[in-house]
């Protein structure tokens, strides 16, 4: 394998041409800003500079909307979920447009420099990090089923045609827990990027695992379309240097030598030393700190988040208000048409016009009783109901529910999706 530049060539004059010195600054300006800036927790020992930078964005970036732009709406900072905002993008707009002059600034200043392999050398450390510790974030997230977390019960019952395309595409990747470490370890092979000589096979399969990420978040409406298409870019990046003899490898047969990029040369002993140790100090704190991270978040979201003894969708029979009988086509608006129990200390009622109310319950399995509460209730009223279960998969629910003595019979709602399982033999399609 051989070095893109050797060490002894250091300080070679080897002379890069005007458009590609040209080309590099752009690329090298762009690329750090926008790793610096849009750092999405990829490197937790960066966060408190990116919380002062980002204070001062948050005011700058909408007041230039507002003042030259004129978008027509004010431009809200907010942390959303969503990484596709207008205030991504106008940041994106920003970056491009402070690379544009740095460019010809650091152009008209240093126009003599024969090459800038060094920089690129560092340029390469920056997006591999920046790839590998992301994809490795993203990546673990799946193996313990943080991102895709299983369908709920409010879902379950959700028709297809309700979903969003984002919230199919979460119910299918939700559903098995088999895809998710499919996915989750394509994604881990990133870290082979965390080491120069296996830059090139790393760049590969982050390519493949983040070209597929961003073609879920384009044609699925998913709002991560900036970061997917960074990756992609970046994993394009690294693989530059080898392009033509991958294509010689894959597409001719031929016999190849790819390139790694060479490190810049270190005369003293110490300062290589220390460098080699910086590294595995840096690898170390921020997989140990994601790690903590995402096994403490775990425990609150997706399929790590404790369930309910009673989790399950419940479908109402009967429902008795005050000792009467409520009718099916009920127009009451106390009237329960469904009840959805998942975590521990939640749940939701759907009433007979669909409307949801949200729950605050938590279940006393020693005493079988539900602690019930309105979760948009000020007065934080608490409310017990008695309940039992039968061999039928049915649940009784009785007592009183802010003032009003309530008898429920609900049954208990199976569903194909997941009762199927697995099976190796199928005579036929089951769908």
Known sequence: MKSFYNRSLETTTEQWGAIEKIVFRFIFITFLLFIFLVNNGTFPLLN?????????????????????????????????????????????LLIISLAVPATLLWTAIDWKRANYKTLFYWLTVAARYYIGFMLIQYGSMKIIKLQFASPGQFKLNQAYGDSSPMGLAWTFLGFSKGYNMFMGIAELLAGLLLFRRTVTIGAIFTLMASANVMAVNYFYDVPVKIISTALVILSIFLLAPNIIPLFKLFFQGAAINLKTVGEPYIRKKWLLYAKQSLKYIVITLVLVTKTTQLLQ???????????????????????????????????????????????????????????????????????????????????????????????????????????????????????????????WINEYPYD
């Open 48 to 92: 408190f500079l990116n919380s002062i930078v980002d204070e001062h964005l948050h005011v700058i970036i909408p007041l230039l909307a507002k003042n030259y732009l004129q978008l027509g709406y004010d431009v809200a900072v907010v942390h959303s979920g969503s990484g596709d905002t207008t205030y991504d993008y106008l940041l994106l």
């Open 297 to 423: 978040s775990r425990t609150v979201y997706g399929d790590g988040a404790p369930k309910s003894p009673l989790e399950g969708t419940y479908i109402v029979e009967t429902f008795k208000l005050r000792k009467d009988t409520l009718s099916l086509d009920s127009s009451e608006t106390q009237k329960w048409k469904k009840l959805y129990i998942g975590s521990v200390k939640s749940a939701k009622i759907m009433l007979m016009n669909d409307s949801i109310k949200y729950l605050d319950m938590d279940a006393d399995i020693t005493n079988k009783k539900l602690n019930i509460s309105y979760r948009n209730d000020s007065s934080k009223t608490k409310n017990q109901l008695r309940y039992s279960l039968t061999k039928e998969n049915e649940m009784i629910l009785e007592g009183v529910l802010y003032g009003d003595t309530i008898h429920v019979k609900l049954k208990k709602k199976e569903f194909k999706l997941t009762s199927r399982g697995f099976h």
